[in-house]
């Protein structure tokens, strides 16, 4: 599942996780939505934009997800703020990452959180 409010990145991270073999579900731009899409459709991994519409930001929808499930987050964001920095960290098994990122960063990140070498 990827959770951006940016199109063109949406578009770009989907097409990496298709190389993957991964499916993703359409486009995802706030956090409220993906609360409620993760706990329907219990993805593999959620990658997370900080900034979203909505709202509540990534982080906090992240936090309502722990509430449900473990499912692995992937924080990918341009905003670089110890304070975001430290609240993702607090989310367990997650990942951050910042924006721009390559298709072999997002792969790696992706295969690392998933813990395999796909």
């Known amino acids: 599942m990827i959770v951006e409010d940016n199109l063109i990145l949406s ?8 190389q993957k073999v991964f ?7 706030d956090g409220e939505t ?6 329907k459709y219990m993805p593999d991994i959620v ?3 900080i900034m979203l519409e909505g709202t509540i930001d990534g ?6 997800i722990r509430e449900f499930s473990d499912v692995p987050i992937l924080f990918i964001t341009g905003n670089s703020d110890a304070r975001y920095r430290n609240r993702a960290k607090e989310v ?3 990942g951050f990452m910042v924006k721009p990122i390559s298709e072999e960063k997002l792969s790696d990140a992706v295969d690392q959180i998933l ?3 796909s």
């Open 11 to 18: 578009v770009l991270y989907q097409n990496y996780l298709e």
């Open 23 to 29: 499916k993703t579900l359409g486009e995802i731009r």
């Open 34 to 39: 993906a609360v409620k899409l993760v706990k």
């Open 47 to 49: 990658i997370m934009d």
């Open 59 to 64: 982080v906090k929808a992240a936090e309502m």
């Open 92 to 94: 367990p098994n997650s």
């Open 115 to 117: 813990g395999s070498e």
